[in-house]
């Protein structure tokens, strides 16, 4: 049994990669799976933070490349679910410390320890870590905020999806896209001072997997180190919630993409 | 400010002008993704012998590469100023 790889990426920076890594790593572990997420991004070591075990790290995944620590040593294991680990980035301004047989003896080793999913938060730009970071995945989720430069190096990362990875060069069939919208602000896209749900799907030319609106629960859970996804009262919770099970097959509505109704007693008094 | 201001159309909504932009990139950036490096470079040469002969602008040339089954086609079309004839001249050369 090999794990499904799936790697999240844009291309900008600050559109919230890593806040949708360790929500997607750990909605996939709060359905039963044995996930683990690592960090692609060499020197600036993030993932940690967000899932709140930036005090428990003592090897990292380029002490597991270069052999310098095992998997079972540098694997740190979620303090909520069993069965979510975290591997983080290693800190070294060596650009050149992951290599691409590297990161492949790590997911092979993955696999072999009876992971179903592991998901590989990759780096901005379209450099190097950008690169191995999807090479090996079968899945991409593009992470997109509904604004030009945004869209626009999501297309150009779509492009690259469709012909550099592994599968693409081997032939073994395209990998599975799923595009998701975050930071989107329904009043906004009333008033016509956003790009809609539907523009970004014309125009990059396929459908979102999900819409994660702009929440103030993001800033706090990762004040807290807390993925937002566990918080399940708040939209950009649920919303996470919603995108998971539909990767994981599940049809399920788009929520929170039109601006809340006003009640009677709202539109009477205001607020 | 006063009665003018008042009959002015309204702007047009900033997210209609994103999505006209983003089609035109977008589409733009398609079409030359994958091909060679060299093309722009070509193009610019080509634009510098045409104009030797006829005054023509850089949006007046236009280079598409299409891939087929085991070929690739390298499509050029020039569109000559008003006043001559004929108005256009295409000619394809494969590459690759």
């Known amino acids: 049994m090999t794990a499904e790889i799936i790697v999240v990426t844009s291309g900008k ?63 740190i294991k979620d303090k909520r679910h069993d069965n979510l680990y975290v591997l983080a980035a290693s800190q070294t301004r060596d650009k050149d410390a992951l290599t691409q047989e590297g990161v492949e003896k790590v997911l092979d080793g993955l696999s072999e320890d009876g992971f179903d999913y592991v998901v590989c938060d990759s780096p901005a730009g379209i450099e190097k870590g950008a690169h191995l970071a999807m090479y090996f995945a079968d899945h991409a989720v593009v992470v997109v905020n509904p604004e030009v430069s945004s869209v626009r190096d999501s297309d150009r990362i779509l492009g690259l999806l469709a012909s550099k990875t ?26 016509g001072e956003m790009l809609s749900v539907k523009d970004v799907e014309e125009i990059l030319g396929i459908s979102v997997v999900g819409v994660i609106p702009e929440s103030e629960n993001v800033l706090t859970a990762s004040n807290n180190g807390i993925p ?21 097959g599940e049809e399920r509505p788009l929520r929170f993409i039109d601006v809340p109704k006003k009640g009677f007693l709202q539109r009477v008094f205001g607020g | 400010m006063g009665i003018l201001d008042f009959l002015k159309r309204k702007p047009e909504p900033t997210a209609t002008v994103a999505r006209e932009r983003l089609r035109i990139i977008v589409a733009q950036e398609r079409s030359t993704r994958g091909a060679p490096d060299y093309l722009p470079m070509m193009r610019n040469e080509l634009l510098e012998v045409i104009k030797k002969y006829v005054h023509v602008d ?39």
């Open chain 1, 13 to 75: 920076g600050g559109v919230g990669k890593t806040t949708t890594s360790a929500s997607l790593a750990t909605g996939l572990a709060m359905a039963g799976k044995k996930v683990a997420v690592i960090d692609f991004d060499v020197g600036l070591r993030n993932l940690d933070l967000i899932m709140g075990c930036e005090r428990r790290v003592v090897y990292d995944f380029i002490n597991v490349v270069h052999g310098e620590a095992t998997l079972k040593q540098s694997l």
């Open chain 1, 228 to 248: 937002v996804i566990v918080d399940v009262n708040s939209m950009a919770g649920q919303a996470y919630s919603d995108t998971v099970a539909r990767i994981l």
């Open chain 1, 166 to 191: 592994r599968r693409a060069e081997r032939g073994e069939g395209a990998i599975t896209q799923h595009l998701l919208l975050t930071r989107y602000n329904p009043a906004r896209v009333a008033i």
């Open chain 2, 58 to 96: 850089i949006e007046a040339i236009n280079i598409n590469l299409e891939r087929d089954s085991g070929h690739e086609i390298l499509e050029l079309s020039v569109t000559l100023p008003d006043g001559k004839s004929p108005d256009k001249a295409g000619s394809d050369a494969k590459a690759g």
